[in-house]
C-alpha cells in the first residue's frame, strides 16, 4: 500500500464508519504487524509505525529498519488488506459497543424485525444495530408483529465476534421512569421529581412524585387533561395500571398516599422492625390489600416499609395474643411484654429476630437476660412454624383452603 492509498483509507473509513483516525492508524499498524509476522517469523520483534501525516509506513524487525519498498514487496498486500479489514472490523465493533454501553439504562425507539425462538429482533433508530428483547424482558401477555414500534431500555451490551449484541426490557421500573420524563414536561424540566416507582409489569404501577412548589399539582400534571397524559404512558405499556401519588417525607402521610385508593384511619410506624402496621375499617381492607395482596404489595415497595393491613379489632386480638404469648418466655415480665407489644413486636418470630442490644435497651435487661429471651423466642417461632406446616398438609390432604390464604388473596379487586 502507498502512503496515499493509506491516507485514503483512514479517510473512508473515519467519514463512513464515524470511527476516531487514531484508532484506524492503530489498526492498520496492527494488521501490518500481523501481516509482517507471518513473513519475517512470529518470533521476530516487529514494530510498524504509520505517519499520521504522510501516510508513510515505516517498521523494525528486531531493532533493523524495514524500508517502506520492503514492507510492500514482502508484505503481501492482499494478506495486509485482509488483516486490516479484520482490525477495522473489531474497530466498528468497539466504537459501537462504546457508544451503547454508554445508553444503558436510556430509552430508545425501534422496529420490530421479526421473532425467532422468543426472541424479538428490533432495528433501532438512527442505528444498524439490531437489538433483541428477550421473552423474559417483555411485559406478560404482549406480542409484537413486523413492523410494530415499541420502546424500551438498553439493560446490557455485549460484543458477539465481529458484532455488538443490545439486550433491551420493557419490564423493569426504569422505563416507566423514562416515558413519564417524555411525556409530562415538568418532570422533564425538572419542575417534577419521581420519588419512587414499584411495579408489576403488565399489571400495576405505584409512582410517587413530588414537588417543592405548593403550587403545582403533581399528580393531576402527570395524569394530564382528562387523563390524555398518562393514557400515553399506559397505551405503551400494554394497558398497564398507573397510580400516580403525591410523595412526602413524613410517612404518616406517604404510607396512606401508597395505599390509595384504600382509606387509612392510623399508621403505626415499628421503627426497629421497619414495619407499618395500618389500620383501616372493615370495608377497606380487601381494597387496601388488592386483589392477591398486590396493593399492599407494591405500597410497601415504594414506602421501602413492611406495610401490614389491619383492622383495629385484629390488632387488639394480636395485641392480646402477643402479651399472653410472651408470658410463656421465661424472664419476659408483664411490663416488658407491655413495652415489646408497643414496639411492634407482635409474634415469636418477630421477637426471635430483635438484636441483643435492642432488647436491652426497651427492658433494661442484662445482656445474659436478652440472649436467653431470644433464644427461647427461637424455639417457639419454630415450632409455631412446625404446626402450621403440619396444618397445611392436612389442608392438601383434603383439598382444603385455609382462611389465612383466603387473606391473601384480598377478598376484592381494587380496580
Not at 514487496?73 to 451503547?100: C, N, Y
Request: net charge negative.
Amino acid at each position: 500500500m502507498n502512503p496515499s492509498e493509506v491516507l485514503r483509507i483512514v479517510d473512508a473509513i473515519h467519514r463512513d464508519k464515524r470511527i476516531d483516525k487514531e484508532i484506524v492508524f492503530i489498526g492498520i499498524e496492527a494488521a501490518i504487524t500481523t501481516a509482517a509476522k507471518r513473513q519475517y517469523g512470529e518470533e521476530a520483534v516487529i514494530k510498524i509505525t504509520v505517519d499520521r501525516v504522510s501516510g508513510e509506513v515505516s517498521g523494525l524487525c528486531d531493532g533493523i529498519p524495514i524500508s517502506p519498498r520492503e514492507i510492500s514487496e514482502r508484505i503481501g498486500a492482499q494478506s495486509a488488506r485482509q488483516v486490516i479489514t479484520q482490525k477495522i472490523r473489531e474497530a466498528e465493533r468497539d466504537t459501537l459497543f462504546d457508544e451503547f454501553e454508554a445508553q444503558k439504562g436510556q430509552m430508545v425507539s425501534g422496529v420490530v424485525q421479526k421473532n425467532e425462538g422468543g426472541v424479538t429482533i428490533i432495528s433501532l433508530a438512527g442505528s444498524t444495530v439490531e437489538a433483541v428483547l428477550p421473552r423474559s424482558e417483555r411485559i406478560p401477555g404482549e406480542n409484537f408483529r413486523i413492523n410494530d414500534r415499541i420502546r424500551a431500555i438498553i439493560i446490557d451490551v455485549k460484543k458477539t465476534g465481529n458484532r455488538v449484541k443490545v439486550i433491551l426490557s420493557r419490564i423493569r421500573p426504569l422505563l416507566v421512569q423514562k416515558l413519564f420524563e417524555t411525556e409530562i414536561p415538568e418532570i422533564l424540566d425538572a419542575v417534577i421529581e419521581i420519588k419512587g416507582i414499584s411495579r408489576e409489569p403488565g399489571h400495576r404501577t405505584k409512582i410517587a412524585v413530588y414537588s417543592s412548589d405548593q403550587r403545582i399539582d403533581c399528580v393531576g400534571a402527570c395524569i394530564g387533561m382528562r387523563g390524555t397524559r398518562i393514557k400515553n404512558i399506559t397505551d405503551e405499556l400494554f394497558n398497564e395500571r398507573i397510580d400516580v401519588v403525591p410523595w412526602s417525607p413524613d410517612m404518616q402521610v406517604f404510607i396512606p398516599n401508597a395505599l390509595r385508593p384504600a382509606e387509612v384511619e392510623e399508621v403505626i410506624l415499628c421503627t426497629m422492625l421497619g414495619r407499618a402496621v395500618v389500620l383501616v375499617k372493615q370495608d377497606q381492607r380487601s381494597l387496601a390489600i388488592g386483589r392477591k395482596g398486590q396493593n399492599v404489595r407494591l405500597a410497601s415497595k415504594l414506602c421501602g416499609w413492611d406495610v401490614e393491613i389491619m383492622t383495629r379489632d385484629e390488632l387488639d386480638a394480636d395485641l392480646e395474643k402477643a402479651v399472653e404469648g410472651y408470658a410463656l418466655i421465661e424472664g419476659v415480665t408483664p411490663e416488658l411484654a407491655d413495652l415489646l407489644v408497643g414496639e411492634g413486636f407482635l409474634s415469636f418470630d418477630d421477637l426471635s429476630i430483635i438484636e441483643p442490644n435492642d432488647l436491652m435497651q426497651i427492658g433494661d435487661i442484662t445482656m445474659e437476660e436478652a440472649e436467653v429471651i431470644i433464644a427461647q423466642a427461637e424455639e417457639f417461632a419454630a415450632r409455631e412454624e412446625e404446626i402450621k406446616e403440619e396444618e397445611k398438609k392436612k389442608e392438601r390432604t383434603h383439598g382444603g383452603t385455609s382462611v389465612s390464604e383466603d387473606a391473601e388473596e384480598g377478598g376484592t379487586d381494587d380496580m
